[in-house]
């Protein structure tokens, strides 16, 4: 693919970033580019006249054909533009100039309909990121002193910044250099965008299923029929070409036919239909689609091109996605009861939330979480990760009231910097119980759209040990472990005393103690 810029002006794909909205919507942001002029000239017919004046100091109309060439055009280095996008439409541009060697004049605008979605404070990070890289030092700019949703961007960027006011005009020079305070705030951001994302996404009001069949024993049949037997409490809808209702459920043609909006998307059906799906339930507003369908990267180059563009028309028009070639997904809460997932039983209600990367492990994990009495809050099936990853619903379980244990099943590990951080700071008050597969994370299995990480079994240790995971070699071990803390409270300190009637056991359980070395710092005590 050749660059969308004029020669001499080299287009940094690396500033390219599929990001969340304050509300858990997915948006893309991308330096602009000349074609971007129609795109440019709708945002500015959109703005409300107040918008305007925030923006030029004054009301205007259209813009014109050499003003939109000038505003397209730039060098990504001295003149730099970002663009936010949902969908089709531009939602809010962010653009410096720099004035000196080390400053830059900033400015940001944003859609009406956008606006309060975190859409500057994300232009402006961005922005900052991109000076960096070019060198400066130094944003300044100048907002009218009405402007407080602007101005409150500057202020809680968490950035060095100076205010000074003169005749109604506030300007702002802010010291580009990451603070601990911008770096909280990003965190924060982040962590509030990605968990809203999740909770829409295992708290639909409206499904619908695509690819169900009425012969038995497909996929698409089976999924009906685990929804319909967990009592999904929200609107259930299926989509079949020519039946008129199946299992008792209504029927529509296509998924353009559903009335109303959707929640979420169930999806079964070949491949090759896919991406299709995801642009007709992109235009029915869903949140989420869930991706049962195989022949994806897990088969080959072919497969993961087609899971490379899935991602972009989902993340291109605001939605999640889980898988594809994935189990799916389970919330057990009395308000949802949907088990939207090839497992048979539906889990009981308990405290657990749990997450697996395996999809043909997948459902015998949760039958030995109902075999053995231990309740689930929510269940993640992820299969080729092209999208939703075990830190995404990490950040949701960090703060979801139902949950008090976390159980992953890891393959890989994507991105192991960011997975220390939130078990570091989640495993404080609530237990990460992981187990992994193989010796290492070298390797990545196939499918998995994630970084390959070189990550050797020492150093994986260490990083279960520094972010306070409790790691377990087999999976009646991870159960085990799930099992205790789910019915007992976390010891306050870090001794703790075996009580029993066996000798043999308790050398046993200080024996094991040593030779793991991890969990509670000092070995516990035998008392016979």
Not at 39 to 44: G, S
Not at 66 to 78: G, I, N, W
Not at 288 to 296: K, L, P, R, T, W
């Amino acid at each position: 693919m050749s660059d969308p810029t004029p020669a001499g002006a080299p287009y940094p794909r690396q500033w390219e970033a599929d990001v969340l909205l304050r509300d858990g919507r997915a948006a893309h942001l991308r330096p602009i580019t000349p074609a971007d002029a129609e795109k440019i000239a709708d945002f500015q017919s959109s703005l409300s006249p107040e918008s305007i004046y925030f923006r030029y100091f004054t009301l205007r109309g259209d813009l014109t054909p050499k003003e939109l060439e000038q505003l397209t055009t730039v060098d990504h280095d001295r003149r730099v533009a970002l663009v936010l996008t949902l969908g089709p439409q531009i939602i809010g541009v962010g653009r410096y100039e720099a004035t000196g060697a080390t400053e830059a004049e900033i400015a940001l605008t944003v859609r009406d309909n956008h606006q309060a979605r975190g859409v500057g404070s994300i232009l402006l990070e961005h922005l900052a990121a991109a000076g960096r890289e070019r060198g400066l030092r130094t944003f300044v700019g100048t907002v009218l002193s009405e402007n407080s949703r602007m101005l409150d961007v500057f202020a809680d960027a968490g950035f060095e910044a100076q205010q000074q006011v003169d005749d109604g005009m506030v300007s702002v020079s802010i010291d580009l250099e990451p603070t601990e305070q911008s770096l909280r705030v990003m965190e924060a951001r982040e962590h509030r965008a990605e968990a809203v994302s999740i909770k829409q996404l295992l708290s639909p009001q409206s499904v619908i299923l695509v690819g169900v069949s009425v012969r038995e024993g497909t996929f698409g049949h089976t999924l009906l029929r685990n929804i319909l037997d967990a009592g999904f409490t929200g609107e259930l809808s299926v989509v079949h070409p020519s039946a008129e209702s199946i299992a008792g459920v209504k029927a529509y043609p296509s998924v353009l036919d559903v009335p109303g909006s959707v929640d979420l998307a169930i999806v079964a059906v070949p491949a090759e239909r896919v991406l299709d799906v995801a642009r007709a339930c992109s235009e029915k507003d869903a949140r989420a689609i869930v991706v049962i369908s195989s022949g994806f990267a897990e088969a080959g180059e072919e497969g993961r091109e087609l899971q490379r563009q899935l991602v972009q028309v989902a993340r291109g028009r605001g939605m999640r996605v889980v898988g594809p070639n994935c189990l799916g997904i389970i919330n057990t809460a009395g308000e949802v009861q949907l088990n939207a997932s090839l497992a048979p039983v539906m889990p009981p209600r308990g405290r657990i939330g749990f997450f697996s990367q395996s999809g043909a492990l997948g459902i015998a994990l949760l039958e030995t979480v109902r075999r053995r009495g231990l309740g689930v809050s929510t269940f993640v099936g992820a299969g080729n990760r092209a999208d939703v990853s075990g830190n995404d619903v990490l950040q949701y379980w960090e703060e979801d009231p139902d949950t008090d244990v976390i159980l992953l099943y890891l393959e890989s590990i994507g991105n192991p910097r960011k997975f220390t951080r939130l078990a570091r700071r989640i495993s404080r008050h609530t237990p990460i119980v992981a187990m992994k597969t193989g010796g290492s994370m070298q390797a990545r299995p196939l499918g998995h759209a994630v970084r390959r990480s070189s990550l050797p079994p020492a150093a994986l240790e260490a990083l279960f040990t520094q972010s306070g995971v409790i790691q377990t070699e087999t999976l009646n071990h991870l159960f085990d472990v799930s099992q205790v803390l789910s019915f007992q409270p976390l010891p306050q300190g870090s001794t703790v005393a075996i009580v029993g009637n066996s000798d043999a056991l308790g050398t046993v359980g200080v024996a094991w103690r040593i030779s793991n070395r991890r969990g509670l710092r000092r070995c516990p005590r035998w008392i016979a």
